[in-house]
Nanobody
Framework: QVQLVESGGGLVQPGGSLRLTCAAS????????LGWYRQAPGKQRELVAI???????NYADSVKGRFTISRDNTKNTVYLQMNSLKSEDTAVYYC?????????????WGQGTQVTVSA
């Protein structure tokens, strides 16, 4: 079992930056793929970024070059550094983890943290 708790959301102006943090409890953290998804009002939840146990990363086209996902296995934490934020990045951001030794995510979810980009 894995519990995920996100933090770091808030209100930021366009062009600004935020860093989201997801703290995990549970076992085999280092062997799991981790990801960030987001859901804007009236829209489906969408992938933002994924990082595997081997530290390979994938990003949605809409955030490439602006967002960076990283992990610290010593702290059981995954991060999402968001730069050059746009109004369309406004959403609830969710952290997710997958099963050990697989490349998938979505087995476990956090409660979400709100990111609002507005002047």
């Amino acid at each position: 079992q894995v519990q995920l708790v996100e933090s770091g959301g808030g209100l930021v102006q366009p062009g600004g930056s935020l860093r989201l943090t997801c703290a995990a409890s549970g076992n085999m953290f280092s062997s799991r793929s981790l990801g960030w998804y987001r859901q804007a009002p009236g829209k489906q939840r969408e992938l933002v970024a994924i990082i595997s146990a081997r530290i390979t990363t994938n990003y949605a086209d809409s955030v490439k070059g602006r967002f960076t996902i990283s992990r610290d296995n010593t702290k059981n934490t995954v991060y999402l550094q968001m730069n050059s934020l746009k109004s369309e990045d406004t959403a609830v951001y969710y952290c997710t983890a997958g099963p050990p030794y697989r490349t998938t995510t979505g087995d476990y979810w956090g409660q979400g943290t709100q990111v609002t980009v507005s002047a």
